[in-house]
């Protein structure tokens, strides 16, 4: 059962107790919902439901991002080749070592690793190995893409690049690179596994030789098929969850992501743009750095692959530690920058900007309607905002009128009155239950709401039944409200399960390096916004039963059930949303009104578990998910009873 305070158990004893002694045995009424199709309370926003992503929880890196080889151009850690060993196979002795003596001219690769082989010989190979992120994922009839930058020291120098396993006894893949001379020069390869490979992740990738020398590598790069065949692209498994989602927009490059810890560590989107020998990377704020192959145009050709429009995030003068930049002169740079940013995003190739698209391989404008100006201002105690936002919305519509602008907060004498506002909510389960009817009494006179940033936080690394619970609760009132709320973005939205890849627990979607899954979070937002007409309609409900919630300073009463009902207009079909926390079933009377006819058969989908801490995981991806069914007996007045702690969506067609 779904925990309740021990209080609701005495009260409900002594109620009964209170009964049995006067003689009553009559039953509480059953709960019944009214549905007025005829009356429209809100037009659902086209946009309302997508995701928010920003590089934690090792989301590009070792995550969405496709490339495998961990520090690739060796500058993750000042002393050392972090995640690189030599491999001296059969008594060889070999010996790796960072180098910035031997830069690659034209690029910004300026720090290399240097392989002594001087005792290599045939037999005997010396090479470099790179762990990746947990491993290399080895699956079978699979080809890989793999490049680097290498020189010798003068002699001709042939290499293997293999795929192996970590103790180098099984070569899962290999080719041959048959002359490296004392030059830089790029190398590329295909490494492609055989019919009978078992997928494994305890896997290595090495560059070997069995000629004595000295040789330097750069930019190791190592690629699985991507999603949509793009190269330097993203994972196809979990592009594939995201494109089931339905999302209608992406919300990039994220919060902290956006801001870095500093103002020289926010996010430099002209360093993130252009081939990966000009891109540096940058440090995160999470521990790691970020390699910045996700760049400004990957983040936008994520949004095309998915058919998705993207929310542009600007940096506006405030970082995470508290560091910013005071509006006027000092922050003309930053709104200049932003310009230049929208322009790269949506200029035509004539424009500076459109032109550096252009030339990365994009032509063609992105469509853009939303510019977010900065990320969690509310933080900074200069309360500089204002001003802040008031610098960037000028020069926002000035050159670009039509663009919506996005505040992150709206303290009182904000100059100019925002398009949205971006409100983040992390709570827990009876929280988002608790304070679902928020946006009921939203002022509707002004500016509409972005919920950038809410999740139900219990459990970890994915969250469980419980929170989707939560979250299910915290949508019906979001999308009720959704001519207030036009636009939703669960966070965060990846995380890596293995031991030191998570950061921030309670995600969305969990994955090691060869599988991924979507927690039951997940499945309550696809269920959302895959049965989703665009009118909201009027649902009343009577003797809905309440629990306890031990909230200070006075207990609070919470519903046990949730509701939403929209339609969509074509069809007539509606889609009836209905959330059940109790830890019983409860059977529900409906009456419909504003249509002449309902169909007698309809669909049911419903997400639940016997726990409500159950939840998803590598080992038991598809533990819960939403099961579908046909079921009969409607009409304008029916009766159907929901399960104990789940998530339920009716969909019924009417005339």
């Known amino acids: 059962m779904r925990p309740v305070p021990a209080f609701f158990f005495v009260a409900t004893a002594a109620l009964a107790v209170e009964s049995f002694a006067l003689g009553q045995t009559t039953p509480a009424p059953p709960p019944v919902l009214t549905i007025d199709a005829g009356r429209v309370t809100a037009r659902v926003s086209p946009t309302l439901y997508g995701l928010m992503t920003e590089e934690i929880n090792y989301s590009y890196e070792g995550g969405l991002y496709g490339e495998l080889i961990r520090n690739r151009i060796f500058r993750d850690d000042a002393r050392e080749a972090s995640h690189w060993s030599v491999v001296h196979d059969r008594n060889g002795i070999g010996a790796i070592s960072l180098d910035e003596s031997q830069p690659i001219p034209g690029t910004v690769l300026t720090k290399c690793v240097k392989l002594d082989a001087s005792q290599a010989s045939t037999g005997h190979r010396i090479g470099v190995a790179n762990d990746g992120y947990w491993g290399i994922p080895v699956k079978p009839k699979t080809s890989y893409q793999a490049s680097f930058y290498a020189k010798g020291d003068g002699s001709n120098s042939p290499l293997t690049v293999s795929v192996e396993s970590n103790d180098g006894a099984k070569v899962f893949a ?39 020398g000295r040789l330097w590598f750069n930019l190791v790069s190592l690629f699985p098929p991507t999603y949509n065949n793009r190269p330097n692209g993203n994972r ?97 740079p930053f ?90 909510y992390y709570r827990n389960a009876w929280e988002m239950e608790g304070d679902a009817t928020h946006y009921d009494a939203y002022d509707r006179k002004g500016p509409k709401v972005f919920v950038g940033e809410w999740a139900t936080r219990e459990g970890e690394p994915t969250t469980n039944l419980n929170a989707a619970l939560g979250d299910a609760a915290w949508m019906t009132g979001m999308e009720r409200n959704s001519d207030v709320v036009v636009l939703a973005s669960y966070a965060p939205l990846f995380v890596n399960v293995n031991k030191g890849g998570m950061q921030w627990g309670s995600n969305l979607i969990g994955y090691d390096a060869l599988n991924s899954y979507g927690s039951p979070s997940y499945y309550a937002q696809k269920m959302f916004n895959t049965y989703l007409g665009d009118s909201v309609i009027s649902v009343t409900g009577v003797n809905i039963p309440t629990q ?34 109790a830890g019983f079933a ?63 969506v009716l969909q019924l067609e009417t005339q």
């Open 174 to 212: 290999k080719a041959q690179v048959p002359e490296i001379n004392g030059q830089w020069r790029k190398y590329t390869t295909v490494l492609t596994t055989g019919d009978d490979v078992a997928p494994t992740a305890s896997a290595r990738f090495v560059i070997s030789t069995e000629k004595p």
């Open 335 to 424: 709104v200049d920058d932003a310009l230049d940013e929208i322009e790269y995003v949506t200029g035509g190739p004539s424009t500076k900007w459109g032109f550096e698209r252009a030339k990365d391989g994009h032509p063609a404008p992105f469509r853009l309607a939303y510019v977010e100006i900065g990320n969690e201002d509310q933080f900074d105690r200069s309360h500089s905002y204002n001003r802040r936002f008031a610098q960037f919305y000028e020069a926002i519509k000035k050159k670009y009128p039509g663009l919506l602008c996005i505040a992150t907060t709206c303290e009182k004498g904000i100059p100019w009155k925002p398009d949205v506002i971006d409100e983040h």
């Open 236 to 332: 196809m498994d979990i592009m594939q969850l995201l494109a089931d989602m339905k999302p209608a927009f992406l919300r990039l490059p994220g919060g902290n992501f956006l801001e870095g810890d500093t103002v020289a560590e926010r996010f430099p989107w002209k360093k993130t743009i252009g081939p990966l020998e000009q891109r540096p990377g940058h440090r995160g704020c999470w521990g790691y750095g970020a390699s910045d192959g996700m760049g400004l145009l990957e983040f936008m050709e994520w949004c095309e692959d998915l058919g998705i429009q993207p929310v542009l995030a600007v940096y506006a003068g405030y970082s995470l530690k508290g560091e910013h930049v005071d509006p006027g002169a000092g922050l003309q």
């Open 586 to 648: 409860q059977s529900v009377q409906f009456h419909l009104n504003g249509v002449r006819h309902v169909a007698p058969d309809g669909l049911s989908v419903v997400l639940t578990s016997a726990h409500p801490g159950d939840t998803n995981s590598i080992t038991e991806p598809t533990k819960i998910m939403p099961v579908t069914s046909k079921i009969s007996g409607l009409g304008t007045s029916f009766t159907h009873a929901f399960a104990p702690d789940s998530v339920n």
């Open 548 to 581: 306890a919630w031990q909230r200070p300073p006075a207990p609070k009463q919470v519903p046990t059930l949730f509701f939403v009902a929209t339609r969509a207009s074509g069809s007539g079909t509606i889609y009836l949303k209905v959330v059940n926390t």
